[in-house]
């Protein structure tokens, strides 16, 4: 079945603890991004990946990291996590020549004491 | 870089009437517009998209319509039913071949049998 999944579903940590969330796609994607959403703020790119080893920053990248060494891994690394970083977390893909439809993930929600 | 707005925030509709949500943007070479509709816990799913190219694209009970020289874009949904009930999500993605895409703030869309 082509999806996106991510880990962990569930997420609650406290202040300055490094925490990786994964997310991987099946379905042989170039593009893949970051998103936190949060009330009245809609989806806000934290992170976006053209292709393997090509990453740039979107609209929010303060306090997270990212790498891509596979196509079909992108990792959201927050090396100290602060309150402010509670949120709910979506991974996206999207298949450069199909026109960018994008597929999101079942999201990730993160609590930061 | 782009800023999309998106009005309202939130509409009431009766069954079976429609249902319009406007968004606009910043970015005159913005290139690729989706909207997203994600359920109460679900993650956000493509409804439709429109390229800078076109003016106007209908699926079913669905189109939005596109003005390039006022950079607005609109969402319409006809004979609306209870389960359109939803936060929608417009979004426009830049111009610069990259992944770099901007959402808007989203409409919860709330249809009364």
């Known amino acids: 079945e082509a999806q996106v999944t991510q880990n962990p579903r569930y997420l609650i940590t406290v202040t300055g603890k490094k925490l990786t969330v994964t997310c991987s796609q099946n379905?042989?994607?170039?593009?893949m991004s970051w998103y936190r959403q949060d009330p009245g703020l809609g989806l806000r790119q934290i992170y976006y990946s053209m292709n393997v080893e090509a990453t740039d920053k979107g609209d929010v990248p303060e306090g997270y990291k990212v790498s891509r060494k596979e196509k079909r891994n992108f990792p959201l690394i927050l090396e100290s996590p602060s309150p402010n970083q509670t949120s709910l977390y979506f991974c996206a893909s999207s298949l450069r020549s199909s026109g960018y439809e994008q597929f999101f993930g079942p999201g990730t929600r993160l609590t930061v004491l | 870089g782009e800023n999309v707005e998106q009005h309202p925030s939130t509409l009431s509709v009766q069954e079976g009437d429609s249902a319009v949500i406007k968004c606009t943007y910043s970015?005159?070479?913005?290139?690729?517009f989706p909207w997203y509709k994600q359920e109460l816990g679900k993650r956000p799913q493509l409804i439709i998209d429109?390229?800078?190219?076109?003016g106007e694209k209908k699926d079913q009970r669905i189109a939005v319509t596109l003005n390039k020289t006022a950079k607005h874009f609109s969402l319409h949904i006809t004979e609306t039913q209870p389960e359109d009930s939803a936060v929608y999500f417009c979004a426009a993605r830049g111009p610069y071949n990259n992944n770099d895409m901007r959402f808007g703030a989203g409409t919860r869309l709330t249809v009364k049998p």
């Open positions: 379905m042989n994607h170039e593009y």
């Open positions: 970015d005159s070479a913005s290139n690729y």
């Open positions: 429109i390229r800078s190219n076109v």
